[in-house]
């Protein structure tokens, strides 16, 4: 089964990766299609389909495009409120697709919030979007990843201050089990090994460092293990990530943004990929933004564009298998 | 010059990662001699010296000890406060050894900082009691060096809330002013580049994140470039240590521990060293603690202690070369 891509900022770099994509994998695959408008996308050709259930026949001569003219010009480097409409319906069409099980999965371009926001999307972001559209958790969690590791951050986009605020043993506890079981049902790891991050230096040390890993985080810790899972910690930030200690975790859920983002970018920033667990489909997405200053200029690298498409079409493999 | 090596303690791995590095650099240097028991190291000739004038006659062909006995037997991974004042000791000897300019740097061993407290150590780590033997600055800055990465924590041992509460413009600019001196001076870089970073996902994105980049790490930025230091930032944290952007900077000036720590640690784990700035000395250390648990079992890595004595030597030489 297709995969399908989705739109995402036309005046960004998500034509000109979708098109690279699509010349690194039309001989391979896995095989994708693109909802958006096919005058957008350089250099390749690009084959009109009328249904999703068409492209594999043409994948390895064409992009295939379910083509949905845009209502304005586009001007790379410079999004419009005028093509948010198309931009958030892609979206919808993607995960109708996905949800009908006419699409394998949904690799979402990066859109550009402050856009949608303006044309009055309601929602905090991308991700929360997707969650409405195909809820099976009670929230979604953002999963990145990189051939070396897996990283779960259970606060996300907000002040470092508010989220430290914000932790609570019950908040890493649901976001620790959605992870897990995203990790078994999509990753085909049977019993997936969490490595829970402390917040302070060295874990705190005994309390000396800092309480919130004896109060906060140790008790998510027991409240995990209680259910079965395989989770270790709180663990001292710093070594944690190391190339010894990479191997002995499936994940590491990590209490706010950057404890995440730092060692998975350290390691590997054109190859990450960003996996939405907690919906009721596949969700992947490369792990930048729309990169407007280089839009439209050729110099965009489709490393992670082109790591996410590998990603969801083996994560639609785990699924189907575990379904099957 | 020969480089001095503490003690560190006893109990733990300093001397047998002493002996190993010993082992590893007896052919080719750098020259260096230990304060410490000779009874003490495993499986590696010593030669008990007068002087640290002596080491480089016997350095080939065994470990240069200055022999300070023991008043009570080592138990490996049990430190006992017996020893403590023969830990401390050694590191005074070596500075004052340094001062003198009978020692070109020194390279101390990890201690064991309980143990030291309970003998009524007065200060809060290693690094402050050697600040109060060879200050040369306000305060001491730790630096931390792999081949990759340098970064230098502003705010170091203390939890990450109170961490994210100390932090001024004054504090950032005073540790960065420390950091960027002794870049020049001991380093060898004449306009040492520092990259500061952000202390909020995507550096705050522009104040909606978060405001301390606007209130305190701006201003900070913009106080170092008045003073004609070659800095930038607040930078993202995520993406600030990556592989194009670590060449790009000389060090990274980070706000809080783990913000320096995990990219360094992640990128080399055995690697890495700890170099102390603002004393009117050289002084280096491994990246790692006493290790109790594997101490005298031959099974610790000396890869940090070889590097802290290859960095130590190196800007030995650049400071001699600086002031001569």
């Not at 039309?26 to 249904?51: E, K, N, S, T, Y």
């Not at 303006?118 to 990189?146: D, Q, S």
């Not at 990753?187 to 890993?213: C, D, I, K, Q, Y």
């Amino acid at each position: 089964m297709t995969l399908v891509l989705t739109l995402g900022e036309p005046a960004g770099i998500g034509p000109e990766i979708t098109a690279a994509a699509w010349r690194a994998l039309h001989r391979q695959g896995p095989v994708f299609c693109w909802i958006g408008d096919a005058g957008l996308i350089p250099q390749v050709p690009v084959a009109h389909i009328a249904a999703p259930e068409e492209a594999a026949a043409c994948f390895a001569e064409a992009l295939p495009v379910l083509h949905r003219p845009l209502p304005a010009p586009v001007l790379p480097g410079r999004p419009s409120p005028a093509t948010a409409p198309a931009v958030l319906a892609s979206i919808e069409e993607a995960v109708a697709l996905a949800r009908a099980g006419r699409a394998a999965a949904v690799v979402t371009n990066p859109v550009q919030k402050a856009v949608l926001t303006a044309a009055g999307f309601p929602h905090p972001g991308h991700t929360e979007f997707l969650h409405t559209l195909a809820p099976a958790a009670p929230r979604p969690v953002m999963l990145l990843a990189c051939p070396e590791l897996r990283v779960v951050p259970v606060t996300v986009h907000e002040p470092l201050r508010q989220a430290i605020a914000r932790l609570t043993p019950e908040l890493i506890e649901e976001v620790a089990v959605i992870a897990h079981d995203g990790l078994r049902r999509d990753f085909g790891l049977p019993a997936p090994r969490l490595a829970v991050a402390g917040l302070n230096p060295h874990a705190g040390e005994g309390g000396s460092l800092g309480r919130e890993e004896i109060e906060i985080v140790a008790p998510a810790v027991e409240a995990l293990r209680a259910r079965g899972i395989d989770a270790r910690g709180p663990l001292p930030p710093d070594t944690m990530f190391t190339a010894l200690a990479r191997p002995r975790m499936d994940c590491a859920i990590c209490l706010y943004h950057d404890q995440a983002l730092i060692p998975l970018k350290t390691l590997d920033m054109a190859g990450g990929v960003n996996v939405t667990l907690g919906l009721s489909i596949i969700r992947t997405s490369p792990d930048h933004g729309t990169a407007l200053d280089i839009a439209g200029r050729g110099l965009a690298d489709a490393s992670s564009l082109i790591a996410a498409i590998r990603l969801a079409a083996e994560l639609a493999a785990n699924r189907e298998r575990q379904c099957s």
